[in-house]
């Protein structure tokens, strides 16, 4: 076999994502300011194409510490509910401890795979996903999985990242790394921050799931801080991705990557501070009432 082309193999990836949640639940959970006032406005329009409103079972999929999970319960209300699933247990520890610290008592959480989900048929009125599905190594499997589970006319709705050109905070890291370690384009259907943000490819994912009136919505969404490398150590600390790119190469490697990222943001500093080039793509679908 071309050892410059190795085979995917999700087992050990669904591993490792495993592993560096655990490892990165801390500072996401720390983080989770940036994150509310980053991802806030694409959230409230994810929560609004599926529908949310008072009185509904919602399930949060990948939901890491909880952010979107805790604003999904308000609108939920107290009638309401919020079952919120991830591998990592340690993040759903701080997605727990969130929800405690916001008042809100009407989620629930378990460390669940979110493709196989160990849940009753037609249970939930609505699934949401925040940059979540991205990462599963079989996506038609989770998105069956969220299928099976919804009511008849439930509703999916999901937060990709679009294309590496209009998410360079996260891109150019991608391609330094990868030029770095020496890593191969990745294949067709493999997951990674950018597998389902190109023209059509999450719309034909909801179909093929068997999901009807699909429809998409770019959601501009900048990164901001104050300086180039205040980005870089949130990246740094809270984006495993990066992280497990660079497992081949060493501690001294490692850091003069870090530095050649750290300049490569800098062109996005401003004289407004860092604005980090972001655009979000808010998907939904419907389950069939006839199911």
């Known amino acids: 076999m071309d050892s410059s082309n190795p085979q995917f193999d999700p087992i050990q990836y669904k591993k490792t994502t495993c592993h560096q949640w655990q490892e990165t639940a801390e500072a996401w959970y720390r983080w989770s300011p940036t ?3 980053w991802l806030g406005k694409t959230t409230e329009r994810m929560l609004e194409m599926a529908g949310i409103t008072d009185g509904q079972y919602v399930l949060d999929i990948a939901a890491g510490a909880g952010e979107q999970s805790i604003t999904a319960a308000k609108k939920v209300g107290v009638t309401g509910r919020v079952l919120a699933t991830d591998i990592s247990s340690n993040i759903l520890s701080f997605a727990k ?3 405690k610290q916001a008042g809100v008592n009407n989620i629930e959480t378990k460390v669940m795979d979110g493709e196989n989900l160990t849940l009753e048929d037609r249970t939930f009125d609505a699934v949401i996903s925040r940059v979540g599905l991205i990462y599963f190594p079989d996506q038609q499997k989770a998105l069956n999985e969220m299928l099976r589970v919804l009511k008849p006319g439930g509703k999916m709705a999901a937060i990709v990242y679009s294309t590496p050109e209009r998410n360079k905070f996260f891109s150019l890291p991608v391609s330094i790394i990868r ?28 179909l ?4 009807k009136n699909v429809i998409t919505e770019l959601v501009d969404a900048p990164l901001l801080f104050q300086t180039a490398k205040e980005c870089l150590q949130f990246e740094k600390e809270s984006f495993g991705a990066l992280h497990q ?34 655009e979000m793509l808010v998907a939904v679908g419907e389950k069939s009432t006839l199911v």
């Not at 093929?208 to 999901?211: D, L």
């Open 35 to 37: 994150l509310n006032k």
């Open 97 to 99: 401890q969130m929800a």
């Open 179 to 206: 030029n770095r370690a020496k890593l191969p384009p990745p294949l067709p259907g493999q997951p990674g921050p950018f597998s389902l943000g190109a023209d059509g490819v999450i719309e034909k994912a909801f």
């Open 208 to 211: 093929q799931a068997g999901f």
């Open 245 to 278: 790119m660079m497992n081949g190469l060493s501690d001294l490697a490692k850091a003069a990557v870090w530095e050649e990222i750290e300049n490569a943001l800098g062109e996005f500093e401003t004289e407004n501070g860092f604005i980090g080039p972001c």
